[in-house]
Structures are given as C-alpha cells and as structure tokens.
C-alpha cells in the first residue's frame, strides 16, 4: 500500500504557466498583446504563442530567453527558423533564443513549438534579461495599411511581457486522493496489529 501511494504521488500533472505580453514600444501599454502558454513535459517546454490584439495583427517573431546553452527548438513551422544567437528587440533588451519567420508573409496568429534541453528544462529555466523580461514578440498588421485597427501609419510593434502570470500546480485533487490512501493505509496497519 505504502508503495502504491509513493508511486501515485510521483506522477504528477506538468506544470504550465501563462505569461502575457502587454507592453509595446510604439502602442499603449497595459494591453493583452498576446498570450504565451508554457508546459514542462518530459523535461521539454512546450510553447503556444497567440496574438490577442489588436485584432488582424499577427506574429512573425518571439523572443525568449533561457538560462542553459545547447537548445533545440522543433515543431515550428516550414517557414520558421529558431536562432540563438543574442538579438537586440526594440526598447526591451537582449535575449538569448529567437523563432522568427523566414518571410514577412509567414506571420502566425499562433505559433507552437518544443524547447528541448541537454538537461532537463523547467519553468524555471525562463528567466528575466538584463532589461527585466522574459519574452518579447514583433507584431505585424495583416490587413491592407489604414486598416490595423485604426491605428494610423503603424503597421507593425515589438511588445514584451513582464513576469508570470499563473502558475498550475498539481492539482488538489491529487493531494486529497494521496491522504485518502495514506489514511487507508494506517487504518490496514492498525488492524494487522
């Protein structure tokens, strides 16, 4: 029984985080850009990155920035390309990884892909730059010009995001089904003795 529950304890739910973007160099800040989700799965992070607003803009860069050497990113699209050399963004420091499209036309509302690690990569390997933030995107307008959203003569903006926003714990389910066993457990000892 003790077994049993050591090993049902062990397994638990990946984390996963939701970071949003909502600072610009060029828009007003405050606003939900885009929204990234970060899973630990396996000892790879996977990545979903969506633009929110404004609407008819998309994305055609995402930066990131890891504290380990030796990535490999997988799952992008043909047309995209991962770089880890250091890359300046506008207004908001350097950062060590990139995903950029190849083309200007290749711009995704949503882009996924997997980080994978020499060793085994978690949450908490996303760290803050010099500048203070952890990711950063360029944002690019899909419509004909005049037409972002009203916004006049700006077709395109850098935007970051400051720091976590949620985090998702193993669930409490988990815990509750894990004292129940272990309450299980001393009620069958208690009998044998």
């Known amino acids: 029984m003790a077994a049993l529950l050591v090993s049902f304890l062990s397994v638990q739910q990946a984390q996963a985080a939701t970071f949003y973007l909502t600072q610009s160099n ?7 850009y885009a929204q990234i989700d970060v899973t630990e ?15 008819n803009w998309s994305i055609d860069k995402f930066f990131f920035n890891l504290d380990v050497n ?5 799952g992008l699209p043909a047309s995209w390309s991962f770089d880890n050399s250091s890359q300046n963004v506008s207004q908001f420091g350097v950062f060590s ?18 980080v ?39 077709t395109s903006h850098y935007i970051a995001g400051p720091g976590q926003v949620s985090n998702v714990p193993v669930p ?11 309450g299980l457990g001393g ?6 003795a």
């Open 26 to 32: 060029t828009l007003a800040d405050g606003v939900n």
């Open 41 to 55: 799965n396996g000892g790879n992070l996977d990545f979903i990155v969506q633009a929110l607003n404004p609407a």
């Open 70 to 74: 030796n990535i490999t990113v997988s």
């Open 97 to 114: 990884d990139s995903a950029d499209a190849n083309k200007g036309n290749q711009s995704l509302f949503t882009l996924a892909f997997t």
């Open 116 to 154: 994978d690690g020499v060793n085994n990569l978690s949450l908490a390997n996303l760290v803050a730059n010099s500048s203070g933030w952890i990711f950063a995107a360029h944002q690019k307008c899909q419509s004909k010009v005049g037409d972002c959203q009203g916004i006049a003569d700006i």
């Open 172 to 182: 409490a389910a988990v815990w509750l089904f894990g004292s129940a066993l272990a």
């Open 187 to 192: 009620v069958t000892r208690r009998k044998r």
